[in-house]
């Protein structure tokens, strides 16, 4: 069974940084382009930035500079490194795949930045 489990949120101070960590199981990691998501109640889900299998990343407009997507193939997690954090990125957010298709979304975890 494909398991995706996101830790590493909280609730931080503008300029804050936080580091989110996906743990993944039961599907070929390796051949798979990576994403993590974002999305506040009532708003869609955005796809903030994204790690193909070659490393190849990409990035949300909004978050380039602060944000870097990262991935260990050998440990099949992948992690999301914020800094200088906005009080705008505050969300749930959540990891999957980032390709043609995804998976059942987890839990999430929440991140909360304030002024």
């Known amino acids: 069974q494909v398991q995706l489990v996101e830790s590493g949120g909280g609730s931080v101070q503008a300029g804050g940084s936080l580091r989110l960590s996906c743990r993944t199981s039961?599907?070929?990691?390796?051949?798979?382009?990576l994403g993590w998501y974002r999305q506040r109640p009532g708003k869609q889900r955005e796809l903030v930035a994204s790690i193909t299998d070659t490393g190849t990343t990409d990035y949300l407009n909004s978050v380039k500079g602060r944000f870097s997507i990262s991935r260990d193939n050998a440990q099949k997690s992948f992690f999301l490194q914020m800094n200088d954090l906005k009080v705008e990125d505050s969300s749930r957010y959540y990891c999957n795949l980032a390709g043609r298709l995804y998976y059942s979304w987890g839990q999430g975890t929440q991140v909360t930045v304030s002024s």
């Open positions: 039961g599907f070929p990691f390796d051949l798979n382009t």
